[in-house]
């Protein structure tokens, strides 16, 4: 599972389960119902937060606390890792089918080397 460094704290993949919690409320649901406690931000600490629901292990999930900046950052750092995988996969599949395609030879160097950058730049490890 991939897991990112970002300011100093460890993130892993959202699960499926935060885009279907976040698009049906069921969060601030079982906040109002007082089965879950809102924390404040776990990045910058302001009180209001939403609950991000993360990779645990293949069934659980672990609900962190972000505002609604740091929520929207670390989803866009994760959706950005797993286009440039996708974009290499396309793209050497593209090549291996053929070898003179140009176009994807120099899509895959590009991938590839966008990823590195994800890979230095947010400590990107990949299990
Ligand atoms: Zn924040
Ligand atoms: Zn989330």
């Given at each position: 599972m991939d897991k990112i460094i970002y300011k100093g704290i460890l993130f892993k993949k959202p699960n499926d389960v935060d885009n279907i919690a976040h698009f049906h409320g069921i969060t601030q649901k079982e906040i109002r119902k007082g089965k879950i406690k809102r924390?404040?931000?776990?990045?910058?600490?302001?009180?209001?937060?939403?609950?991000?629901?993360?990779?645990?292990?293949?069934?659980?999930?672990?609900?962190?606390?972000?505002?609604?900046?740091?929520?929207?950052?670390?989803?866009?750092?994760?959706?950005?890792?797993?286009?440039?995988?996708?974009?290499?996969?396309?793209?050497?599949?593209?090549?291996?089918?053929?070898?003179?395609?140009?176009?994807?030879?120099?899509?895959v160097r590009e991938a590839k080397h966008q990823l590195e950058y994800y890979k230095n730049a947010y400590h990107l490890t990949e299990e």
């Amino acid at each position: 599972m991939d897991k990112i460094i970002y300011k100093g704290i460890l993130f892993k993949k959202p699960n499926d389960v935060d885009n279907i919690a976040h698009f049906h409320g069921i969060t601030q649901k079982e906040i109002r119902k007082g089965k879950i406690k809102r924390e404040p931000c776990g990045i910058c600490g302001e009180l209001n937060s939403w609950g991000h629901h993360e990779y645990y292990s293949d069934t659980k999930y672990k609900i962190r606390w972000l505002c609604p900046k740091h929520h929207s950052i670390i989803h866009t750092i994760f959706r950005k890792i797993d286009n440039t995988k996708n974009c290499i996969e396309v793209y050497s599949k593209m090549l291996k089918e053929n070898p003179k395609d140009d176009y994807a030879e120099m899509s895959v160097r590009e991938a590839k080397h966008q990823l590195e950058y994800y890979k230095n730049a947010y400590h990107l490890t990949e299990e």
